[in-house]
């Protein structure tokens, strides 16, 4: 593997002596537990209850698999697993190998797990037992072998991992060779956590409720590894039917979670159409992915007695920026709050990379002991990301007022559908060799729930179903497939050919009547 790291070495001894960095790692996290209190419930999920104590003991038996492979230091293992206690277990028997592991949607089609598979060159996966082309060869995790999960002393302690070393790549998006990498240390990943637990009271007490999905930070990092920093019991609610998800919520006792918007409104909508029906004993719940409604604020707290906490972060960054409890509601409607503890934040000018003077746009940039270690196997992309000085270009535009962030706009033409972060390139590669399509560009239409959908702008003879049909059978995962198909005559661009994805944008709104 290509390790393109961007952490500075002078900066170690600064971040551990400010104990940013420790040496906790993700499998030590858990033995800790295991040591302290066996008994505490580690996952509620899929109709299994897991102590930490088995929870240690899986990881040790999984990683017992990997190490009998000969899979070692710096191997990739692919992790496709949906939201449960089999992906912690996987990943962290990765890490407790000292191998790295990268997760994908349960979701993805054949042609995005290949494209990942050949880039990192994986010795190892953990997911159904498909019959593809892609998986021939690699070592298959069983973890659908009942021993596995056999109640427990561990069969011995694996390797000490290092927490400076890679652990995961996180890819961003994507089924081609453009999709970005993003490579983070056990020490750049659980920096952002430990500010979060010095500025709130999470215990083993509290009850996470995992509903993103953990293949993106907001579900692995600010869902799961949170509560886990916490010694708290993760449980996986899932997303999709707001009534069930209600349900798991109130009978499991979930205290905290993180929720985008869309799912927040969803859920406030169906509570608040059957009144009493849940007895909710949420105290925290962290909101981010897009921007927040204000309706959405004031529900958490004034109906579900919950305190907001209005995050912005980046899987590149991890936290950046959250309100805290207390902030009064024109905090949390109108920004994303202050800076993480130990993550330094500027807004410099996008075009000079100058600071810019307090209320005024610019590009945000961070550093700090939260800042990954760069792109996998993309120089280009990795030297592109930061600034000359050091810092991370985070690609959005934002403001300072008062000391809080406020986000302005992006200089990233991404698409922000439900929480999930879509790059437009990657969904009209997908589309481009679709029979009837002879020019496509991708771009968002504003969406009430959603926020964003996807729109495909195509100049050719084509319909919705047959994109999506053409997709599905080209193995591209749902989270590719678009919205909405609309019919142009030419797609506008500039004297170079560029197209101008703003005037498409516009026109695509007007047209579809969804104008922002």
């Known amino acids: 593997m290509n390790y393109l790291l961007r952490q500075p070495w002078r900066d170690t001894r600064r971040f551990y002596d400010s104990r940013a960095w420790t040496a906790d790692?993700?499998?030590?996290?858990?033995?800790?537990h295991a040591a302290e209190a066996p008994d505490q419930i580690a996952t509620v999920g899929s109709g299994r209850s897991l102590?930490?104590?088995?929870?240690?003991?899986?990881?040790?038996?999984?990683?017992?698999?990997?190490?009998?492979?000969?899979v070692d230091r710096g191997d990739a293992v692919l992790i496709r697993l949906p939201d449960s206690a089999e992906f912690v277990v996987a990943s962290a028997a990765a890490h407790a190998v000292g191998a790295v592991a990268i997760p994908v949607a349960a979701s993805s089609g054949e042609l995005?797990?290949?494209?990942?598979?050949e880039r990192v060159r994986a010795r190892a996966y953990a997911g159904p037992p498909e019959a593809w082309s892609c998986l021939a060869g690699l070592r298959r995790l069983e973890l659908d072998d009942a021993s596995v999960w056999v109640p427990g002393a561990p069969p011995g302690t694996s390797h000490v991992p290092d927490p400076d070393a890679l652990m995961e790549v996180m890819f961003t998006s994507g089924t081609t060779g453009r999709a970005k990498g993003v490579m983070n240390s056990a020490n750049t990943k659980l920096a952002g956590l430990r500010g979060f637990r010095r500025a709130f009271d999470l215990s083993a007490?509290?009850?996470?409720?995992?509903?993103a999905p953990m293949h993106h930070n907001a579900g692995w990092g600010y869902s799961y590894l949170l509560g886990l920093y916490a010694g708290g019991t993760a449980v996986f609610v899932g997303?999709?039917?707001?009534?069930?998800?209600?349900?798991?919520?109130?009978?499991?006792?979930?205290?905290a979670t993180f929720l985008v918007p869309t799912h927040a409104r969803d859920l406030l909508a169906t509570w608040r159409a059957q009144p009493g029906r849940w007895d909710l004993a949420l105290r925290y719940i962290l909101v981010g992915g897009s921007t927040v409604p204000g309706e959405v604020v004031t529900g958490i707290r004034d109906e579900w007695g919950a305190e907001p906490i209005v995050c912005y972060?980046?899987?590149?960054?991890q936290s950046v920026c959250f309100t805290r409890a207390g902030d009064p509601v024109k905090v949390l409607t109108e920004s994303v709050g202050r800076p993480c503890p130990g993550v330094d934040l500027a807004v410099r000018s996008a075009r000079t990379g100058d600071p810019v003077g307090e209320g005024c746009a610019g590009e945000i940039v961070i550093s700090g002991p939260t800042v990954c270690l760069g792109?996998?196997?993309?120089?280009?992309?990795?030297?592109?990301?930061?600034?000359?000085?050091?810092?991370?270009r985070s690609g959005d535009l934002g403001r300072l007022v008062d000391g809080n962030l406020r986000i302005v706009g992006r200089l990233k033409e991404v698409i922000l559908r439900g929480g999930a972060t879509i790059v437009p390139q990657d969904v009209e590669l997908a589309i481009a060799g679709c029979p009837g399509v002879e020019q496509v560009s991708v771009c968002a239409l504003p969406d009430e729930r959603l926020g964003e959908l996807i729109c495909a702008c195509v100049v050719g003879d084509v319909t919705l179903h047959a994109v999506q049909e053409h997709l599905r059978a080209q193995g591209i995962g749902r989270g590719l497939w678009p919205d909405a198909v609309l019919l142009f005559d030419d797609i506008p661009k500039t004297s170079l050919g560029k197209v101008r994805r703003a005037a498409l944008a516009a026109a695509a709104a007007e047209r579809s009547g969804r104008s922002r």
Do not use: N
């Open 313 to 317: 972060g980046m899987t590149e960054g």
């Open 112 to 117: 995005e797990v290949a494209t990942v598979v």
């Open 205 to 211: 007490t509290d009850i996470m409720g995992v509903v």
């Open 239 to 255: 997303r999709g039917d707001p009534e069930r998800m209600l349900d798991t919520m109130a009978r499991t006792g979930v205290t």
């Open 25 to 32: 790692t993700i499998p030590g996290l858990i033995r800790s």
């Open 375 to 392: 792109y996998y196997d993309d120089q280009a992309a990795t030297s592109a990301a930061f600034t000359k000085d050091g810092w991370l």
């Open 51 to 70: 102590t930490y104590a088995s929870l240690a003991a899986a990881m040790e038996r999984a990683a017992g698999q990997l190490a009998a492979a000969g």
